[in-house]
């Protein structure tokens, strides 16, 4: 059996700048004896905890496509043709994660005012929160029966009902699914916290029409908006807060511990303003918050963040681990916030405590 060898790794699909992929994404694996391989494992950083394995059907003895799977961590990668027998790690790969995908929701039917002889359908709404600057809130929506509608979709803002965003759809086929995502991005004007909802009216050919809710009802199809999100979601606890002493200077932030290897995702969308490694931080990355005039700083990651100065994120997408990098005494986030125009940029620092907990308690 040939030993396989691995000479280069290229992004095919899902690819950003500088070599980088996202998780999901598509990389040929070049090499000789790859016909043989059948898995390829991504070794992530130091330690087999984040060692992701995944199965393959080589292309040809020189070349493999392998897709990355969404648990990867940046790091070289091997080929294996058994147990025992696998190749050399390739150069370090960056894994960029992808940005969180909506929850599917269930469709139901609708029990909204309607005509005679309207159409019925069903609607579902992929989560009952969303977060602005995240990946938006997808409406779904099947048409029963045999006969084609004109479809109206707003997202309007509990009680007053007013309408946010409006599509429109006009031969509707019975029996598929549909659906529209609201992304607060796409807004004449940035959304505001606050409950929202879908409201479907489908009309048939006699011009009978049937509305999804009534206008007072505040459950159906309905999600919480939110501006911000917690940067962990795992169990955790509060350590240090800001101003607490340290040798020659004061806490700047506040202290959030967490099993090594946690998650860390983006409070709020924005651009990566650094990503560095400092004595005392640690693999740090810096986030400007669109809209807010708010910058964050996430310190102590157990390694490089695989993003770039510029990448854009989006609200909940992950830009790290949790780690002791630096100088740390456990696992640990250390969170800061920076008023305008920003970190050592004119700003400075402030007590994040009461924004962390409000985020804490809904996320």
């Given amino acids: 059996m040939a030993h396989p060898k691995i000479s280069s790794v290229h992004c095919k699909s899902g690819c950003e700048s500088r070599g980088r992929v996202l998780t999901g994404g598509t990389v040929t694996v070049k090499g000789s004896g790859l016909a043989a391989a059948k898995r390829v494992v991504f070794l992530g950083g130091s330690g087999s905890n984040d060692d992701v394995s995944v199965s393959v059907t080589p292309a040809s003895d020189t070349k493999l496509l392998v897709e990355v799977p969404y648990s990867a961590e940046s790091g070289p990668l091997t080929a294996w043709s058994s147990k025992r027998e696998h190749s050399n790690a390739s150069k370090p790969l960056a894994i960029v994660p992808a940005p969180p995908p909506p929850a599917s929701g269930r469709l139901a039917p609708v029990k909204g005012p309607a005509d005679p002889g309207a159409p019925r359908f069903e609607t ?36 007053d009902g007013g309408a946010v965003r409006t599509w429109t759809r006009h031969g509707v086929v019975p029996g598929d699914v549909h659906s529209f995502t609201w992304n607060t991005r796409d807004h004449h004007k940035p959304a505001t916290d606050g409950r929202y909802a879908f409201r479907m009216a489908a009309a048939g050919p006699t011009g009978a029409t049937a509305h999804s809710a ?16 917690f940067p962990l979601h795992a169990r955790h606890h509060y350590g240090d807060g800001f101003g607490a002493p340290r040798a020659g200077h004061r806490h700047q932030g506040q202290d959030i511990f967490a099993s090594c290897g946690t998650p860390i995702i983006a409070p709020r969308g924005g651009k990566v303003k650094a990503n560095s490694y400092q004595s005392a931080a640690g693999n740090y990355v810096v986030v400007d918050g669109a809209d807010t005039g708010y910058d964050f700083f996430f310190a102590h990651l157990r390694e490089r963040s695989p993003l770039q ?3 854009q994120v989006l609200t909940g997408q992950r830009i790290g681990n949790v780690g002791d990098t630096g100088d740390a005494v456990g696992c640990h986030l250390h969170f800061e916030m920076w008023t305008p125009p920003g970190w050592y940029t004119g700003g400075h620092p402030f007590d994040p405590l009461p924004f962390l907990k409000t985020w804490d308690k809904y996320s």
């Fill in 124 to 159: 579902a709404v992929s989560s009952d929160k969303g977060y602005v600057d995240g990946s938006g809130v997808r409406f779904s929506y099947r048409i029963d029966g045999t006969q084609r509608a004109s479809v109206n979709v707003t997202v309007i803002q509990l009680p």
């Fill in 214 to 229: 009534a206008d007072g009802n505040q459950r159906r199809d309905a999600f919480d908006l939110h501006g911000f999100v």
């Fill in 309 to 311: 100065v510029g990448d």
